[in-house]
């Protein structure tokens, strides 16, 4: 393991750029959300602050690659977890929240119906999307995540602008297919 792994292994952080992510939490923490997804979880930082911003009964579910399994390993985009972290984000529930950590591809069936099978016909107040980078990737979360979210609910996306093509990150080609269908705010 090279520093720079190790220092990634033992840091929780968000991997959005701070002002970004202080806008989005400003506006969550406003409504409370009582069920969010996050899909791409990593290094904690996000599912931490989604916690702090959240109803204190709310139920957080985060979707992520086993570690045994990172398909996007040396990828720009798209690092797992290792299994001693699953206590630590457990520990970010406060209140009465319930932190479930799903460990699987969230492109699978079974994982979409893991998520049902938690959210007991409720729907989510937030979908927060940063898991695959590619085009394909973001499109098939959108489209199997989002019909889960109840009308006036919110969908995020991180890393909507425009990368370099080596860097893998497509997301703002399937943003920008998208963006004239729904109200926004882009920062």
Request: net charge positive; hydrophobic share 35%.
């Amino acid at each position: 393991m090279s520093d720079i792994d190790l220092i990634n292994a033992l840091t929780i952080r968000p991997a959005q750029v701070k002002e970004e992510i202080r806008e989005f939490l400003s506006i969550l923490q406003k409504i409370r959300p009582k069920i969010i997804l996050e899909i791409g979880t990593e290094r904690g930082g996000t599912l931490f602050l989604l916690s702090q911003v959240a109803d204190e009964d709310a139920t957080l579910i985060s979707i992520d690659l086993p570690w045994d399994n990172r398909a996007s390993k040396g990828h720009s985009f798209g690092f797992s977890y290792p299994p001693w972290r699953e206590k630590l984000y457990r520990s970010f529930a406060r209140g009465n929240q319930k932190i479930y950590l799903l460990r699987g591809d969230s492109h699978s069936q079974a994982t979409l119906m893991e998520v049902k099978r938690i959210l007991r016909g409720r729907k989510l107040d937030v979908l927060f999307i940063d898991g695959d980078h590619t085009y394909e990737g973001v499109k098939k979360d959108f489209e199997m995540y989002s019909p889960l979210v109840k009308k006036g609910g919110i969908i995020a996306f991180h890393d909507i602008v425009p990368h370099l093509p080596e860097t893998g990150c497509e997301v703002n080609k399937f943003w920008n297919e998208i963006k004239n269908n729904y109200k926004y705010l882009l920062r």
